[in-house]
């Protein structure tokens, strides 16, 4: 039996320590904010915080996290207004929408370690996460947006 | 059994694959309005009988299947609170249609944007028409349709207050979800008119008046945000990877490695062994080619999607791979080369293009390759089904809802009216989603598990078993006078047709494929000759967003600053040259002309249009702009989907060939468009998805295998590699000016005007793509 806790929520686990805390969001704790997209760690769709930093949950194990905070996008503000999710949605963000989860984490992270990011900062910040509709324009302004205000 | 001659089985582009015209029904729908009825109190799609007549909108639409239907009782409902609910049977796969095309509705029937509520649809084209969402065709096709949907909501209204208050209809009107008699200052809102709205007759559509588009609130102006914009920054937007059902399984597929390959035999025991695995078992498959039907192979079930992947590596899995086993990208190539340097079956022809380029002063011949693609959604194709007995429900991000529901029906072996589709928000589609064969996956689990089954495709799946873009030699041999004027132009190229997925032997592209920029080249040349020599397919080729547009367009707009070149020009100049004078392009010598599924009198290639988004994008892009050395500034452009597009690009090209791409301009003619924001928002990515396909673009096959697997060896642009500034110039609509196509016209462009605008930085000349690593040395 494992103990973890997500979004400030104690969870058992007594299934195969090893799965990835992406299948056990999504698959057993029914939290399916963060997205399967690569498996590999290579396009960021699963993005979560441990510990207030970006992880990739796709190469995470669940006993990798015992001890630790997980924060998914559910649990990101309580009423879904950080600062990072209001101006995604003021710079009209979205197309498809399904690696936006893990943009907004990523986001997020990246403003707990640097508020005032760079124009470079954010786009060197923001490289492990693919977009496919190629949003990225608009991630890159909403990202400033939302560490200056304009 | 033979697609070509079973055209009653295809849909959408694949009816184009036919040889005859197929006949649209005109379903009366009035047994179908009996007893339906939309949840949550009043409807206007109340069982009324009076269905007014099959619209006759007069564009491809009608020629889909189950056409068009124009009805507002079923795509609108207001709940006595006065919340209207308006039906999206479109898919939302990124373009914004599931919230366009209830605006229109809203907007004819003045109801408040905020107080609308979207419902998607089911898969359920008797009730709703078509809902194939591909070929860009959402709001061409149901602009009006819509319009005159929200027009008879409005004119039930006030025709309901007019009664109320007993007075003449005229003297009444619809304004911000009430209706105002303006005479006596009296007001009823919406909510407490719904019932009694109902009741009234269904108006004919010619007796509809359309607003003035000068009123309109909503349309063309770009200020609605998606519906759902606020469930995705939130993570409660559903996709189909998210559905969850009570007691439901979960399963990946170990399917043959080789297109028309097949299962010998499996050991699962090892797999069995894995914690949280259930089960292994085989899943029937079908022989290449079949369509969307699945490849078989062997499934494994388990209580979460990880375990099911850590005992599919823990199969052993004997394969047959069938007759595709030989098939080789590096030989193939030189296969589609030595094709295209030889006559083809020729498919335009005007003048005598042989005897123009044996006259010609210099001959200028471009051979220009581009290979298989994948689309790579960011959401891996996933479907939960529910199968119990002879009924069967799916949960599925479908752009083909529709024909889920007949390939549902006719897997299993039950009445279609036992099938229920259910379409989630789709995460990407690019045409990977219009094929439901992961659906069909699912259905067939869990008819034998007897419970819900998701099916999820790995990234691995998704590159090595999906429907590929095809791959394609595309030559050019153009002719110039001792003027300098192109006088001849013959362009064969040379393609594994989708056809050859519905069809064994297919080996000549279809009317659809040739129509995306072969036989519909706007150049005003006195020889023109066009040529499809054959080759067979080896693995199953389908629709790539923009299709064979992005092969065409680069071969054509690479040729363009080629010639540029050769003469010593400016490539806007040549470009405007060659499109010569403002006129329809006559297109009589075409046989089997395919113009995106309309009628080419109401989209004709008119020059005009396509000289003004070139002359949009170059004063609006700084065409002819000095920039720094190392840079340069090229230009495409191309019609596509009936849409005008032209595109400038400025790229550097550092170190070891490094790509910057400065800027980006496009330029875009869509006729009257509805959400401007949202089309800024796919020309943004479509240059992305230009970048990814000019730059790294390319799947490669080896012992008939997809050699890559995931973002590592099939890479896409990200962020740090992005254009810096994209800008998107949108076309003010003429008068009467009818819309066009968005979602795909942007991508086909953007490689050539990368290609040319690196040969203006360097003097190099890009003829294959991916550019890999062709500007290293």
């Not at chain 2, 007893?35 to 009988?49: D, E, K, Y």
């Not at chain 2, 939302?92 to 029937?109: C, D, H, N, W």
């Not at chain 2, 001959?363 to 298989?372: A, F, K, N, Q, R």
């Not at chain 2, 495709?457 to 078993?465: Q, S």
């Amino acid at each position: 039996m494992i103990k973890v806790k997500i979004n400030s929520q104690e969870q058992n686990w007594d299934g195969d320590p090893d799965l990835s805390l992406l299948w056990y969001l999504r698959d057993e704790a029914g939290l399916t904010g963060a997205k399967f997209g690569c498996g590999q760690a290579l396009c960021g769709a699963c993005t979560v915080l441990v510990d207030r930093q970006a992880v990739r949950a796709c190469i995470t194990s669940v006993s990798d996290v015992v001890g630790r905070e997980v924060t998914t996008i559910e649990g990101l503000h309580p009423t879904g207004d950080h600062p990072v999710q209001k101006a995604w949605r003021d710079a009209n963000v979205p197309q498809c929408g399904y690696c936006q989860a893990g943009q907004i984490m990523q986001a997020a992270a990246l403003l707990i370690q640097n508020p005032k990011p760079s124009r470079d900062q954010i786009r060197e910040a923001m490289a492990g996460n693919i977009c496919r509709c190629g949003t990225y324009q608009r991630i890159e302004n909403a990202v400033h947006l939302a560490s200056t205000g304009v | 059994m033979n697609i070509l001659t079973n055209p009653s089985k295809l849909r959408g582009f694949e009816r184009h694959i036919k040889v005859e015209k197929v006949k649209v029904e005109n379903v009366s729908r009035r047994s179908i309005l009996k007893g339906l009825g939309i949840a949550g109190g009043f409807v206007l799609a109340a069982p009324v009988m009076s269905r007014p007549a099959f619209a006759a909108y007069k564009t491809g639409a009608d020629k889909m299947p189950h056409g068009t239907v124009v009805d507002p009782r079923v795509f609108v409902s207001i709940a006595p609170d006065g919340i209207v609910t308006i039906v999206a049977h479109r898919a939302e796969m990124g373009t914004g249609v599931r919230t366009s095309l209830p605006l229109i509705v809203a907007e004819e029937m003045e109801a408040d944007w905020s107080r609308v509520r979207v419902q998607q649809a089911r898969g359920d084209e008797v009730k709703y028409g078509n809902q194939d969402t591909d070929g860009s065709r959402s709001t061409r096709h149901y602009l009006m349709p819509m319009r005159e949907i929200g027009a008879s909501a409005r004119s039930m209204l006030e025709a309901a207050a007019a009664k109320r208050w007993g007075v003449p209809v005229t003297e009444v009107k619809a304004a911000n979800h009430e209706v105002v008699h303006a005479a006596s200052g009296r007001r009823i809102g919406f909510g407490d008119l719904a019932a009694d709205a109902a009741k009234q007759p269904v108006p004919s559509i010619e007796s509809l008046k359309l607003k003035d588009p000068k009123d309109f609130r909503y349309l063309g102006k770009g200020e609605i945000r998606i519906v759902d914009l606020r469930d995705i920054t939130v993570g409660k937007a559903q996709y189909g990877a998210d559905v969850r059902l009570p007691g439901m399984k979960y399963a990946v597929i170990a399917r043959p490695p080789v297109t028309g390959g097949k299962l010998v035999s499996f050991d699962g025991a090892e797999a069995m062994k894995v914690s949280g695995v259930e089960k292994v078992m085989e899943v029937k498959g079908w022989p290449w080619p079949s369509k969307f039907q699945p490849l078989g192979g062997v499934a494994v079930i388990a209580r979460n999607t990880g375990a099911a992947v850590k005992g599919r590596d823990a199969l052993k899995v004997v394969w047959d791979d069938g007759p595709n086993a030989k098939y080789e990208s590096v030989a193939y190539r030189a296969q589609l080369e030595e094709a295209a340097r030889k006559p083809g079956l020729v498919v335009r022809k005007e003048g005598d293009v042989d005897a123009a380029l044996k006259g010609a002063d210099k001959v200028i011949v471009g051979e220009y390759y581009l290979p298989h693609l994948a689309h790579v959604t960011m959401e891996p194709p996933a479907a939960v089904a529910d199968v119990k007995g002879d009924k069967a429900e799916i949960w599925a991000p479908l752009q083909s809802a529709g024909g889920t529901r007949e390939d549902v029906a006719k897997t299993l072996g039950i009445p279609e009216e036992n099938v229920t589709i259910n379409v989630t928000l789709l995460g990407g589609g690019f045409g990977r989603k219009s094929k439901c064969d992961f659906a069909l996956e699912a259905a067939l689990l869990s008819k034998e598990l007897g419970v819900p089954v998701k099916v999820q495709w790995t990234r691995e799946d998704d590159v090595r078993h999906g429907f590929l873009h095809t791959v394609s030699v595309e030559r050019i041999e153009a002719g110039l006078d001792k003027n300098g004027k192109v006088i001849a132009w013959r362009h064969r190229s040379v393609a594994p047709t989708i056809a050859s997925t519905f069809a064994a032997g297919a080996v000549h592209e279809a009317a659809f494929e040739l129509g995306m920029g072969l036989v519909d080249m706007p150049f005003e040349i006195a020889n023109i000759q066009c040529e499809n020599p054959e080759v067979a397919a080896h693995t199953r080729i389908g629709w790539f967003r923009s299709v064979s547009n992005i092969p065409r367009a680069f071969a054509v707009q690479s040729m363009v600053g080629e010639l540029a070149q050769a003469t010593n020009r400016d490539q806007k100049d040549m470009l405007l040259e060659l499109i010569g004078s403002p006129r329809i392009v006559d297109l009589s010598s075409v046989k089997d002309l395919w113009n995106y599924g309309e009628p080419y009198d109401s989209y004709p290639i008119d020059t005009a249009r396509l000289r003004r988004v070139v002359e949009l994008v170059a004063e609006k892009g700084g065409w002819g702009r000095s920039v720094p050395k190392g840079r340069g500034l090229g230009i495409a452009a191309h019609r596509s989907f009936v849409s005008y597009i032209a595109t400038i690009v400025e790229v550097e090209v550092g170190e070891k060939g490094k790509l910057t791409v400065h800027q980006v301009d496009t330029a875009i003619d869509c006729g009257t468009y509805v959400n401007p924001e949202r089309i800024q928002a796919q020309i943004e990515g479509a240059a992305i998805m230009g970048l990814s396909l000019a730059k790294y673009g390319e799947i490669t096959f080896k012992d008939g295998k997809v050699q890559q697997g995931n973002f590592d060896n099939f890479p896409v642009i990200r962020i740090d590699e992005a254009p810096l500034v994209t800008n998107v110039h949108i076309m003010p609509p003429g008068p009467d000016s009818p819309p066009s196509g968005v979602g795909e016209p942007g991508v086909p462009p953007f490689a050539p005007a990368l290609i040319n605008a690196i040969f203006a930085a360097t003097g190099k000349r890009v003829r294959a793509l991916p550019i890999g690593k062709q500007l290293e040395t």
